[in-house]
């Protein structure tokens, strides 16, 4: 008896409707799977060096839930779900979750600015809010740092719309450039031509544009040059590091002091400095 009433259960729930659902089901995902990996592998192909990478990127994920969408769509529709009923429930959930999300459509709509606007690209090298690194993806949301350390920094599109972006890799040359200051009794002009040969004598330096070697101010103990080179910006760190060294080994040869802060005590209105000295313990005894 057992044995029965189980077998019209199974008899009842496999119905040729049912299997005939199944079967469609399994047909439009069976199907509808490859050719969306074929379209998008198409498209890759297509539009592969002819676009900025993160329009290539967005086009093909654009597509990509298009097409998924589609599927679901049509799965949904062989289960009787109609159509109009479901846009119109996405409708209002969409609407529900705008009003209860409004940094996301901000992020959204300050994404889109950004994408047409392109100041900067995958892989570049930015920093914005103090913080610097990798662009690795640019998405609709937000944009995906990785910094030289090894950090995953995620950074809203509005927060890149509202702050000001430095863009470190967006011109192919860039100027490695420091400070460097030099005691007051030395010869400025001197010092000037020397590193005007520093410069000259750089490897990978570039002629032009030319080298910057400017009078930058006096500060307290010293006076301040600004110094640099152009280079490819992919050397520029390096050549930062080059040029200083090589600044400080010419210096050392040619005996130009680069001085520390120092602090001079003077007494009264003259300009001669306090007169200090050490006594041993006899002497101040004796004094």
Same mark, same amino acid.
């Given at each position: 008896?057992?044995?029965?009433?189980?077998?019209?259960?199974?008899?009842?729930?496999?119905?040729?409707?049912?299997?005939?659902?199944?079967?469609?089901?399994?047909?439009?995902?069976?199907?509808?799977?490859?050719?969306?990996?074929?379209?998008?592998?198409?498209?890759?192909?297509?539009?592969?060096?002819?676009?900025?990478?993160?329009?290539?990127?967005?086009?093909?994920?654009?597509?990509?839930?298009?097409?998924?969408?589609?599927?679901?769509?049509?799965?949904?529709?062989?289960?009787?779900?109609?159509?109009?009923?479901?846009?119109?429930?996405?409708?209002?959930?969409?609407?529900?979750? !705008?009003?209860?999300?409004?940094?996301?459509?901000?992020?959204?709509?300050?994404?889109?600015?950004?994408?047409?606007?392109?100041?900067?690209?995958? !892989? /570049?090298?930015?920093?914005?809010?103090?913080?610097?690194?990798?662009?690795?993806?640019?998405?609709?949301?937000?944009?995906?740092?990785?910094?030289?350390?090894?950090?995953?920094?995620?950074?809203?599109?509005?927060?890149?719309?509202?702050?000001?972006?430095?863009?470190?890799?967006?011109?192919?040359?860039?100027?490695?450039?420091?400070?460097? !200051?030099?005691?007051?009794?030395? /010869?400025?002009?001197?010092?000037?031509?020397?590193?005007?040969?520093?410069?000259?004598?750089?490897?990978?330096?570039?002629?032009?544009?030319?080298?910057?070697?400017?009078?930058?101010?006096? !500060?307290?103990?010293?006076?301040?040059?600004?110094?640099?080179?152009?280079?490819?910006?992919?050397?520029?760190?390096?050549?930062?590091?080059?040029?200083?060294?090589?600044?400080?080994?010419?210096?050392?040869?040619?005996?130009?002091?680069?001085?520390?802060?120092?602090? +001079?005590?003077?007494?009264?209105?003259? +300009?001669?400095?306090?007169?200090?000295?050490?006594?041993?313990?006899?002497?101040q005894t004796h004094e």
């Amino acid at each position: 008896m057992f044995e029965l009433t189980t077998m019209n259960l199974v008899t009842d729930f496999i119905t040729p409707e049912r299997i005939g659902l199944a079967v469609r089901v399994i047909l439009i995902l069976g199907i509808g799977i490859p050719i969306v990996k074929l379209v998008l592998n198409l498209l890759n192909r297509l539009i592969k060096n002819k676009l900025s990478l993160q329009s290539e990127v967005l086009i093909v994920r654009t597509v990509k839930y298009v097409f998924y969408l589609i599927l679901v769509v049509m799965v949904l529709n062989e289960f009787g779900f109609k159509i109009s009923a479901l846009l119109g429930a996405a409708g209002i959930f969409g609407l529900a979750i !705008g009003f209860a999300s409004q940094t996301s459509v901000s992020n959204i709509i300050s994404g889109i600015f950004l994408i047409s606007e392109r100041p900067f690209l995958i !892989g /570049d090298v930015v920093e914005v809010a103090g913080k610097m690194g990798i662009i690795d993806s640019i998405d609709l949301l937000s944009i995906k740092l990785k910094t030289f350390d090894g950090l995953y920094v995620r950074i809203p599109n509005e927060t890149m719309i509202k702050n000001d972006v430095t863009n470190l890799t967006r011109f192919d040359i860039r100027r490695a450039q420091f400070t460097v !200051g030099v005691a007051y009794k030395e /010869d400025i002009r001197k010092v000037l031509e020397i590193l005007k040969d520093v410069a000259a004598n750089m490897p990978e330096a570039l002629a032009e544009p030319a080298p910057l070697i400017q009078l930058n101010g006096f !500060g307290d103990s010293s006076v301040d040059i600004n110094f640099g080179v152009w280079t490819v910006t992919s050397n520029v760190v390096n050549m930062k590091t080059e040029l200083m060294i090589a600044v400080k080994e010419r210096f050392d040869k040619e005996g130009i002091e680069i001085p520390f802060p120092h602090i +001079s005590i003077y007494a009264g209105a003259a +300009s001669d400095p306090i007169k200090v000295s050490t006594l041993t313990k006899e002497e101040q005894t004796h004094e």
